[in-house]
């Protein structure tokens, strides 16, 4: 056999050996999209840690869906010249609202912070609307 044969056999060989190896490898690697994960709704929140929160809140809450209308915060916008605050319905919309603007029920957004919001209700009383739903009454 000739040198060019030898040569060329060898690269054949080798070539097939690294196939056979990338092969394996790539089947004992685990693929995410075969398993089955759990569904996770970003925008329900975590009922165990909120439960004994909500229990706190029950008597802030009016009727007809609460403070806020059953809407919860759920990221604010704060910059120099303005600041926003977003609110999301349990249908998934979301709305946007700025300071001294009336949000329903005679609820107004009387400032926005980076992490929590201050409302006033018809009664005029204050509160702090946390992004975890939590309504808590200023006190003072």
């Known amino acids: 056999m000739s040198i060019n044969k030898k040569l060329l056999l060898i690269i054949f060989a080798l070539f097939i050996f690294s196939n056979l190896t990338v092969l394996n490898a790539d089947e004992e ?3 995410l999209d075969d ?6 709704d970003p925008f329900q929140g975590n009922s165990s840690a909120s439960s004994g929160q909500n229990e706190q ?3 802030n809450s009016n009727t007809g869906g609460g403070l806020l209308n059953g809407m919860k915060l759920a ?3 704060v910059s120099k010249n ?4 977003i609110l999301s319905s349990p249908g998934g919309s979301a709305f946007k609202y700025e300071e001294n603007d009336e949000i329903g029920n005679g609820t107004v957004l009387v400032e926005i ?6 409302v006033e209700d018809e009664n005029n009383q204050l509160f702090n609307v946390f992004m975890n739903g939590v309504e808590k009454k200023i006190e003072g």
């Open 35 to 40: 398993e089955e994960l759990p569904a996770i």
């Open 82 to 85: 303005k600041k926003i605050a």
């Open 113 to 118: 912070f980076d992490d929590y919001l201050i």
């Open 57 to 59: 809140a029950s008597d």
């Open 75 to 77: 990221g604010t916008i």
């Open 29 to 31: 690697k685990i693929n």
